[in-house]
């Protein structure tokens, strides 16, 4: 059996605020099974793993000995090549994601061809930069979605210094933020779009995307054999 793998594209943060540990572990180890897996970042520069513990140290250490744990630079990336985008949590997505235009250029491709995007906790931010294409309003406008609510972001001490507030920023723009209660396991689906709470929702939130890719597979395979 040698149907070609699908290939996923994971976008991390490098920023020294970094990606948690434990929703990069699950998101990696649940997309590995149904995708190939590209990691990228800003420039390609290294990412830091935040609140590791001490089982999941040793899984960092061989994973970091594979050239694949290697970001590439989003300026490299062909968009073309992916069937689907996925951000884990990443405290640092706010600083170096939010607002950046390569990403921008990526997540748009996805938009416009209705690949499956899938968006975590504080990963969630990532999606703030993106802009329509004729650059007025924001590219998930009229998205349903969630992300860390207000509450569970008020009780970390960089919530003063957030340059973005998820929840506020989704209100703003015209996308309709939905939550549950802090740390719930909560996922919003609308169309293309898959949004987790929080770091609690990585594995539903993953295993949703595999889910819609194995489906999009199916209705292209399908329409091919109707020939
Ligand atoms: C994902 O991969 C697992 C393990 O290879 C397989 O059992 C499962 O059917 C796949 N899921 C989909 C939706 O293709
Ligand atoms: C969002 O919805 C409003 C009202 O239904 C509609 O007028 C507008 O064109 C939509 N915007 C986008 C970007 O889809
Ligand atoms: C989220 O959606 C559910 C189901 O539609 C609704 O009951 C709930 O009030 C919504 N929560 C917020 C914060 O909008
Ligand atoms: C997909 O997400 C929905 C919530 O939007 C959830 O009810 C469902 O169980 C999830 N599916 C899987 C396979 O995790």
Redesign the pocket.
């Known amino acids: 059996m040698s149907a070609p793998r699908l290939h996923c594209l994971m976008v991390l943060s490098s920023a020294v605020e970094g990606v948690s540990a434990q929703s990069f572990i699950q998101a990696y180890t649940l997309a590995s099974s149904n995708f190939s897996i590209q990691l990228a970042s800003p420039h390609g520069k290294n990412v830091e793993y935040v609140q590791q513990d001490d089982n999941n140290r040793r899984w960092f250490n061989e994973f970091r000995s594979k050239a694949s744990s290697n970001p590439i630079a989003f300026e490299t990336v062909d968009s073309a090549r992916y069937s689907a985008l996925l951000i884990p949590s990443s405290p640092g997505a706010v600083h170096d994601l939010a607002s950046n235009t390569e990403l921008s250029q990526i997540v748009n491709h996805f938009i416009r061809e209705k690949k499956p995007i899938c968006a975590i906790g504080s990963g969630v931010a990532a999606l703030c930069c993106v802009m329509s294409p004729d650059g007025k309003s924001w590219g998930f406008k009229n998205y349903s979605m969630t992300g860390p609510s207000v509450f569970e972001l008020a009780r970390t001490q960089e919530f003063s210094s957030l340059p973005v507030i998820v929840e506020d920023f989704i209100k703003d723009h015209g996308g309709q933020y939905n939550n549950s209660e802090m740390d719930a396991v909560?996922?919003?689906?609308d169309r293309h779009l898959?949004t987790g709470q929080n770091a609690h929702s990585t594995?539903?939130?993953v295993?949703?995307l595999?889910?819609m890719c194995a489906q999009n597979k199916h209705a292209v395979s399908g329409s091919r054999d109707m020939r």
Do not use: K, R
């Open positions: 909560h996922v919003i689906i898959i594995l539903m939130a295993q949703n595999t889910l």
